[in-house]
């Protein structure tokens, strides 16, 4: 009994060792890492979606009490949180391409040779270190229906005859902010696509060549498929960014006029901000962090079919 | 990567813990520094900032401030009591009536120190006293404050009543009956929650060298300021009137006052609302007309705050522009004998400048009420309030200051004290006012943009009234 008994026995010493030797360092390792982001993102947010379904005003908070889902279903009666929704859609779309379309030409122009090609790489970050308050103020300036410099080399030109209130226009207000927001945001996307045009290989451009394609073959054929996964993930980081950016909004225009400018951030802002409200602007924002979460998880899943695709 | 045996993933798991627990200040105690050396005395005072107006035209008798302010930790000495004392300021120089006057109040009374903390603007001294109430932290103990926002705070209790403290103090039987009133706060039933040191008067600026030039009188009524409006408005070069659609400011500053002026109420005293009453759509239909009909605004009108209006004023594009007393020297700094000022012209019903009552609130958290009423009593000593009328332009709050030359000699203290009969205030005690107030700036501008009519625009407001 022994004897057979032992190999059985042995393989229970092994089960055991293995037990006893559990490779928790990493487990360890990582811990206070954990612990941060538990403490400040993964609490904050479940705090937020408590306070969501309150009617927490700063103000009143010790009458602060439960109120369901019924911040989630009044936005969709309340007219500025509709506009503010299709206009965050509007915001995300022209904002995001506007600075890839930007952008890509500028990176294939700094990945080139041509002399003070450093000062230009250099140059070009100045609109994304400029900080964004001090971007709002200067534009405002600059479009000014009384003292802008817009209106005053226009009216020069003999292109106007009388100033134009740029950011008291509805259309031309948004084609302000735009511009404002594609100049202060582009630099990022083209210094981020000239790395990743630099690490594709000159070896294939050569290929390229010698089977004869031309330039815009190499571009279509070279770049831009090996450039795919970076102007995606480029796009999604900068959709989530625009889609909950206010500075530019707020600064240069308070949303308006009226609600034109109104995103969904600007309104839940606005909200936060003067009227001290905290349970229905904590509604908006996390049905906007669940839209922006779902289109995320499509957007990477793209990503990784472009991979496959190359 | 070599696996670790129990026994050391153990000790791994206690030297990191000890490792986080350090990070997190759980230290071995360190010496106790030493205490500070006494302060020297300050240097002397150094020239009244250029901001300070060269150009009052009386001398002020009480005393001038002298240097702008250095909000900071007093150096308090064994048995000082510090009291938290916050304050917002326009500039440096009205700073320093505060930051000079409780230098005074600490030579008198060595036994408490006062602690300031300048914050920028009113609105963010509003938030920041709600957030730290919200978070039961970092409260003062008395602040400067406006009386709009006592009803607020009384429904908050984050502030004490006043009346018994005030009936045993001597300057109280001096106020003026219509500071009694507003140091209330709106309500009627609430106690004084407020010691007042300042009114604040709305009025109406005007260039009056255009007018003399065009031979043209101050407007009394809506109707004749629409017609000098007309007279006065020569575009591009100038505009007869500085329409202010930039923010909610035209409610408290332009068409509000010609609401209440044509006998809008807004809240009526038994609750209800009266903002889209034919009366009220009709004045809103006047005051768009401004803009779309008779264009004698500036093209910038939508957009424009009141730092834009001053630079309109003051550099000559704006025939007429609404603010109030205390902003004259600023004015008058610039464009001296070109600017006057005329009471807010009459509406259908009569005349109507909101006026605001600003001085020392004391709060419910505070351990130290004793000490915080004896700064704010001094802070709402004649010599004080005096202070705070010259130098802030601040109206009248005492009756033993009402025959001050100065409300004879000056032509802007005279335009607000022109206004007497028409002080009044907007139902800011209203608990849906604040929410009203906050839309009105966008409506108005949908509203000039004809996204909405005059009709839509009132009732949209009045329903944010009755219904939150």
């Known amino acids: 009994m022994s004897t057979s008994a032992r190999p059985a026995v042995a393989g229970i010493e092994v089960v055991r060792a293995r037990r006893a030797r559990i490779d928790l360092l990493p487990y360890i390792l990582i811990a206070p890492a954990v612990v941060l982001v538990l403490i400040v993102t993964v609490y904050p947010a479940l705090y937020a979606v408590q306070i969501s379904t309150t009617n927490a005003n700063m103000i009143r908070m010790a009458t602060m009490r439960f109120v369901g889902a019924a911040n989630y279903v009044n936005a969709f009666d309340d007219e500025i949180f509709v506009i503010a929704l299709g206009q965050t859609v509007r915001w995300v779309i022209v904002n995001a391409s506007g600075q890839m379309a930007l952008a890509l030409p500028v990176a294939l122009l700094l990945n080139s040779a041509f002399r003070g090609r450093a000062a230009v790489r250099a140059g070009i970050l100045v609109p994304w270190v400029v900080p964004g308050a001090v971007v709002a103020i200067i534009w405002r300036y600059m479009v000014d229906a009384n003292y802008g410099v817009v ?33 202060a945001g582009f630099p990022f996307f083209a210094i981020t696509l000239l790395a990743a045009l630099q690490a594709i290989p000159e070896d294939l451009y050569e290929a390229a060549r010698i089977d004869g394609a031309g330039a815009w073959q190499r ?69 906007l962090s669940a839209v922006l979460l779902v289109a995320s998880a499509f957007y990477i899943r793209s990503i990784e079919q472009s991979r496959e695709w190359m | 990567m070599q696996q670790l045996s129990r026994r050391r993933l153990v000790a791994l798991g206690a030297l990191g813990l000890a490792a986080i627990l350090a990070a997190c200040g759980g230290g071995l105690p360190t010496p106790t520094p030493k205490p500070p050396e006494p302060s020297k005395p300050a240097a002397p005072a150094p020239a009244p900032p250029t901001a300070a107006p060269a150009a009052a035209p009386t001398k002020p008798t009480a005393a001038v401030p002298t240097e702008a302010p250095k909000p900071a930790a007093p150096v308090t000495k064994p048995g000082q009591t510090v009291v938290e004392f916050w304050f917002w300021a326009d500039d440096p120089y009205q700073a320093s009536l505060h930051t000079d006057s409780l230098k005074k109040f600490q030579e008198k009374t060595p036994s408490i120190a006062v602690r300031t903390d300048l914050i920028v603007t009113v609105a963010d001294q509003r938030k920041k006293l709600l957030t730290a109430f919200a978070a039961n932290a970092g409260m003062p103990d008395v602040t400067h404050g406006t009386g709009g926002w006592l009803p607020e705070y009384y429904d908050a209790k984050m502030i ?12 109280f039987e001096d106020w003026l009956p219509a500071i009694q009133r507003l140091s209330k706060g709106g309500r009627p039933q609430d106690q004084i929650g407020i010691v007042t040191n300042q009114i604040l008067v709305p009025y109406l600026y005007y260039r009056a060298d255009w ?67 034919p009366e009220a759509i009709d004045r809103v239909q006047w005051y768009v007309d401004l803009v779309n009909k008779h264009k004698v605004t500036q093209p910038s009108a939508l957009t424009d705050r009141f730092p834009e209006l001053f630079a309109g004023l003051q550099g000559g594009k704006l025939a007429l522009l609404h603010h109030g007393l205390w902003s ?41 009420q004793d000490e915080g009423w004896q700064v704010a009593a001094f802070l709402g000593e004649p010599e004080q309030a005096k202070l705070f009328m010259y130098e802030r332009g601040s109206g009248p709050i005492m009756k033993s200051l009402l025959d001050d030359k100065i409300f004879k000699e000056n032509r802007f203290y005279k335009a607000a004290l022109d206004s007497q009969p028409g002080w009044g205030e907007f139902p800011s005690w209203h608990p849906n006012w604040p929410k009203m107030a906050d839309r009105w700036g966008p409506e108005l501008q949908r509203l000039v943009k004809n996204e909405v009519n005059a009709e839509r625009f009132c009732k949209n407001l009045a329903d944010v009234l009755r219904k939150g």
């Open chain 1, 151 to 183: 209106n005053d080399i226009l009216l020069r030109l003999g292109a106007i005859v009388e100033p134009i209130a740029w950011i008291g226009e509805p259309l031309p207000s948004f084609v302000v902010l735009s511009t404002a927001t594609i100049w």
């Open chain 2, 211 to 277: 007018f003399e030039e065009a031979k043209l009188k101050p407007p009394d009524t809506l109707d004749q300021m629409l017609e000098v409006a007309r007279a006065l408005n020569k575009p591009p070069d100038r505009y007869g009137f500085g329409f202010r659609g930039g923010d909610g400011g035209s409610l408290g500053q332009q068409i509000g006052l010609y609401l209440k002026g044509d006998g809008v109420e807004f809240v009526k005293p038994d609750n209800s609302v009266d903002l889209d009453s």
């Open chain 2, 160 to 171: 004490v009543p006043l009346e018994s403290r005030l009936k045993g103090w001597k300057t």
């Open chain 1, 219 to 287: 571009f279509r054929t070279v770049t831009l498929p090996l450039l795919l996964p970076t102007i995606l993930l480029l796009l999604l980081l900068r959709m989530i960014w625009l889609s909950h950016s206010i500075d530019l909004i707020f600064l240069m225009t308070n949303g308006g006029p009226g609600y034109n400018n109104y995103t969904i951030a600007v309104y839940s802002f606005i909200l936060t901000w003067s009227q001290l409200e905290l349970g229905y602007p904590s509604a908006m924002v996390i049905m």
């Open chain 2, 328 to 368: 004259w020297k600023t004015q008058e700094a610039v464009l001296k004998e070109k600017v006057s000022a005329t009471p807010i012209p009459s509406g259908k019903k009569g005349r109507f400048a909101s006026t605001g009552v600003e001085g020392s609130i004391l709060y419910a958290t505070s351990k130290k």
